[in-house]
């Protein structure tokens, strides 16, 4: 299951400022997705590792797809604030 990290069109962050927020402060802890996510950060840093031990970064500016089912271990570097929809 691959996560997708793209930079976002003017048009895309404004659909996506729209959406829920979510806030975390730096810490690390287990994720599983039941359904697909779609995020884009407006600030903080993380790194994600998958339960097959791929790890992907991104931060402040990032638009990031995470798959349904997706199994994981957030690590949040730098406190992160992002807005989110579930499809």
Avoid: N
């Amino acid at each position: 299951m691959k996560i997708k990290v793209e930079k976002p069109t003017a048009e895309q962050i404004a659909e996506m400022k729209k959406c829920a927020t979510w806030s975390k402060e730096e810490s690390v802890f287990d994720w599983e997705y039941d359904m697909e996510e779609t995020c884009y950060l407006v600030d903080g840093e993380v790194r994600v590792t998958t339960d097959d031990g791929v790890v992907v970064a991104f931060g402040k500016g990032d638009m990031v797809t995470f798959p349904k089912g997706l199994k994981c271990v957030w690590d949040v570097r730098k406190p992160v604030h992002k807005h989110y929809r579930f499809d």
